[in-house]
């Protein structure tokens, strides 16, 4: 299987301070996306990635990718109570029709 | 607002009871998929549609059966479904490229409760 797998699974911090979030996959990819979902609602894209790259910023949002290690981590800085949600990987394949991948997400929580 | 709209918001049915799913997108996508997401599960792939032709179905069962009219509409028509068929159903679009970097636009999703 090619499902990206994130780690923790949950992650309390307080308002501030920086979360870290990682995930790991099994095959090769295209590219790798990351997700957020409120509670109840639909996923938002956050940041894309592509297999030929290794870091990504996008405002507050830093994104790693370790192909050899097959493994990304988000990154959120100065992290605000509005950041709460659970955030997911997914990976697309190397080829064919486009078939995202997801793991079983990260839940974030911010303390104010 | 991310241009996918889901109804209804919330269902509740019975195990004898059809009802069906809608979905529309405004994006002007050419790709249309329908995901399941149950409580500490990944999220599951169940259909893909690419240009109205279905073009992913991973093993789901029959009593779930897809429709897509056109590029911009998405079904899901429900039957005979069991509890544990309650889940989050969500819609999703995207536009199809040769490079496969493909993002997807969901909607809020369809919380179904089968009684």
């Known amino acids: 299987s090619q499902q990206g797998e994130e780690d923790p699974q949950a992650l309390s911090i307080q308002e501030g301070e920086n979360a870290t979030m990682n995930c790991s996959y099994k095959?090769?990819?295209?590219?790798l996306q990351w997700y957020r979902q409120n509670s109840g609602r639909g996923l938002v894209h956050l940041i894309l990635i592509r297999s030929n790259e290794r870091e990504k910023h996008s405002g507050r949002l830093r994104v790693t990718l370790d192909t050899s290690k097959k493994s990304s981590s988000l990154l959120i800085t100065a992290s605000r109570a509005a950041d709460t949600a659970s955030y997911f990987c997914a990976t697309a394949r190397p080829q064919g029709a486009q078939k995202l991948v997801f793991g079983q997400g990260t839940r974030l929580t911010i303390n104010p | 607002e991310t241009g996918v709209t889901q109804t209804p918001r919330h269902l509740v049915m019975g195990m004898t009871n059809k009802k069906s799913l809608k979905c529309e997108q405004h994006l002007g996508h050419n790709a249309m998929y329908w995901y399941k997401q149950s409580a500490k599960k990944p999220l599951e792939l169940m259909f893909v549609?690419?240009?109205?032709?279905?073009?992913e179905n991973n093993s789901v069962p029959s009593r779930f059966s897809p429709e897509c009219p056109n590029s911009s509409h998405l079904f899901l028509h429900l039957h005979t479904l069991q509890p544990e068929d309650s889940a989050l159903y969500l819609c999703a679009s995207s536009q199809l490229t040769p490079g496969g970097e493909e993002k997807l636009f969901f909607g809020s999703g369809t919380q179904l409760s089968v009684l």
């Open positions: 549609y690419s240009l109205e032709e279905r073009v």
């Open positions: 095959t090769s990819i295209n590219n």
